[in-house]
């Protein structure tokens, strides 16, 4: 059991990173994104691409992937900041699912439904001991979450740069007469979030074997763990993505709930969205 909870920390970790941007991106800039694991599918496939093709190492097919993956989550971020700026959070929200469904179909498009093969950047070694070991990839992976996690609380609670990205997010048009770049700082975070998504996917995609499809909808338990820490908090959501993936891995071992193993993201979800709410039943109720 307790080796099974270990497995799932790699994916885990993966749904924490993206989750983690999501509301990062939801913070400061008022933008709920769909395709962080769309952008983040779309660097590991040209890592993988690049490797196959042009023989980079590993290390160098990573860094391409990489840039990739920034590039075109800054191209979509400077596509929403120039025309929806100003726009109502419900506006956003609903051309940043056109922008998905565009970048998934695009995506299919250019690599088709052939499964993931990424050579590791992290050697192929594991730590641990005993009944429980886990591969060094996973540690790095999981590591990378802890730090984006607990690097943007602080960054956002206790800064100067997070009162004025919040600012951004809340009031752009006022920030802007303030003298405070707003696009700029907006195109900065697109460009992090699309950065980390990439460098997440790129760590457990050599594990994996998933298509295109698969990796873009990996914004699916993402989006559980956000809803657990209520689009507000990004330790919550570390830990959300966290047990999401143990509880996959766990499924596994139970052939009564491993077919349904697909579900559990969206049966988060609904408990999330439930817990969210019971204070305004208890409160009618009383």
Not at 62 to 70: E, I, Q
Not at 112 to 131: E, I, K
Not at 257 to 264: F, N, P
């Amino acid at each position: 059991m307790i080796q099974l909870i270990a497995a799932g920390l790699a994916p885990g970790a993966a749904y924490a990173v993206i989750g983690c941007c999501v509301v990062l991106l939801f913070r400061t800039t008022g933008v709920l994104n769909f395709s962080q694991a769309a952008l983040g599918a779309f660097g590991a496939y040209t890592a993988a691409k690049t490797y196959d093709v042009l023989g980079l190492t590993a290390a160098s097919a990573a860094l391409v992937g990489l840039l990739v993956g920034t590039a075109l989550s800054l191209l979509v971020g400077l596509l929403m900041s120039w025309l929806f700026q100003d726009s109502r959070t419900a506006v956003r929200a609903t051309a940043m699912i056109a922008v998905t469904v565009g970048l998934l179909t695009l995506g299919l498009r250019l690599f088709g439904d052939t499964p993931l093969s990424v050579a590791p950047v992290v050697p192929a070694t594991t730590v641990g001991g005993g009944a429980v070991t886990v591969g060094l990839d996973t540690v790095v992976a999981l590591g990378l979450a802890v730090l984006l996690a607990a690097g943007s609380a602080a960054v956002l609670a206790r800064t100067r740069l997070g009162a004025v990205l919040r600012a951004v997010s809340v009031r752009p048009t006022t920030a802007e007469l303030l003298g405070v770049r707003v696009r700029l700082l907006s195109l900065g975070m697109w460009a992090f979030t699309g950065a980390m998504s990439s460098a997440a996917l790129l760590l457990i995609a050599p594990a994996r074997s998933d298509d295109f499809r698969t990796l873009g909808m990996l914004i699916l338990p993402a989006l559980a763990a956000v809803l657990v820490g209520a689009f507000r908090s990004v330790t919550v959501t570390l830990v959300g993505g966290l047990v999401l993936g143990a509880v996959e891995s766990v499924s596994v071992s139970w052939p009564t709930v491993s077919g349904y193993k697909a579900v559990l993201p969206f049966a988060l979800v609904i408990a999330a969205l439930l817990w969210s709410q019971r204070k305004q039943v208890w409160d009618e109720a009383r």
